[in-house]
């Protein structure tokens, strides 16, 4: 079963950068596809983020040239750069293999980002 740990979340303010980890293991990032999602209060999970096997990537509209993925294989670790942060860039973000049911249906914790105007 795959065991994902992220971290690097926190409170920052509008236009600020984070870069968020994610250590995989069970699961190994360069053999499938992997991604970030996010969850806030009162809305679903969404993906926001994805590498594919290659490391083409794609982004959600809403975070399309402000965030980027990134792989480190060696590490089996999974990297999200967020910059110009935004107040609705607030919430717990989620890594996992996209589907997410790859390798098994389990999910991390998560690591919340707060955004303060």
């Known amino acids: 079963q795959k065991q994902l740990v992220e971290s690097g979340g926190g409170l920052v303010q509008a236009g600020g950068s984070l870069r968020l980890s994610c250590a995989a293991s069970?699961?190994?990032?360069?053999?499938?596809?992997m991604g970030w999602y996010r969850q806030a209060p009162g809305k679903q999970r969404e993906l926001v983020a994805r590498?594919?096997?290659?490391?083409?990537?794609n982004y959600a509209d809403s975070v399309k040239g402000r965030f980027i993925i990134s792989t480190d294989n060696p590490k089996n670790t999974v990297y999200l750069q967020m910059n110009s942060l935004k107040p609705d860039d607030t919430a717990v973000y989620y890594c996992?293999?996209?589907?997410?049911?790859?390798?098994?249906?389990?999910w991390g914790q998560g690591t919340q980002v707060t955004v303060s105007s």
């Open positions: 069970g699961i190994l990032v360069m053999l499938n596809p």
């Open positions: 996992n293999a996209v589907p997410e049911t790859l390798g098994g249906r389990m």
């Open positions: 590498i594919n096997i290659g490391g083409s990537t």
